[in-house]
C-alpha cells in the first residue's frame, strides 16, 4: 500500500513558475513509476508527466514538454514536478500516481495509486 500526498500548488500569473511535491509513504517506493496528471473542469483526465523508478527515464505530454521538468528523490520518498513558463491552460487539479508498469502510467491505463490532487491556477 502506498498513500500520495501532494502539495504546492497555488495561483500564479502566466509566466510564473511552481513546484509541486508528491510524498509518498509505505514501502518499496523506489520501486514504483511515479507520474503526474491533472484535471480542469469539463475535460477528460490528462497525463501530464512520468518517471521510471531509476529516475533513469521520463516521459511528457507534448503540451508541457520543454517547461515541466519531473524529477523524484528516493531517499526522501517525494517526487517533484517543476513548472515553468505556465499558461492559463495549466491550471487543474494536478494528481500524482504511482504503478508499477512505467507505460501504464503513461498511457493512463495501469495506475495502483493516486493522490487527493492539489488546484493549479494560472491567471492571464
Known amino acids: 500500500q502506498v498513500q500520495l500526498v501532494e502539495s504546492g500548488g497555488g495561483l500564479v500569473q502566466a509566466g510564473g513558475s511552481l513546484r509541486l511535491s508528491c510524498a509518498a509513504s509505505?514501502?518499496?517506493?523506489?520501486?514504483?513509476?511515479l507520474g503526474w496528471f491533472r484535471q480542469s473542469p469539463g475535460k477528460e483526465r490528462e497525463f501530464v508527466a512520468a518517471?521510471?523508478?531509476?529516475?533513469?527515464?521520463?516521459n511528457y505530454a507534448d503540451s508541457v514538454k520543454g517547461r515541466f521538468t519531473i524529477s523524484r528523490d528516493n531517499t526522501k520518498n517525494t517526487v517533484y514536478l517543476q513548472m515553468n513558463s505556465l499558461k492559463p491552460e495549466d491550471t487543474a487539479v494536478y494528481y500524482c500516481?504511482?504503478?508499477?508498469?512505467?507505460?501504464?502510467?503513461?498511457?493512463?491505463?495501469?495506475?495502483?495509486?493516486w493522490g487527493q490532487g492539489t488546484q493549479v491556477t494560472v491567471s492571464s
Open positions: 500516481a504511482a504503478a508499477s508498469s512505467f507505460s501504464g502510467v503513461v498511457r493512463d491505463t495501469r495506475v495502483d495509486y
Open positions: 509505505g514501502r518499496a517506493f523506489s520501486r514504483y513509476t
Open positions: 518517471i521510471r523508478s531509476s529516475g533513469d527515464i521520463t
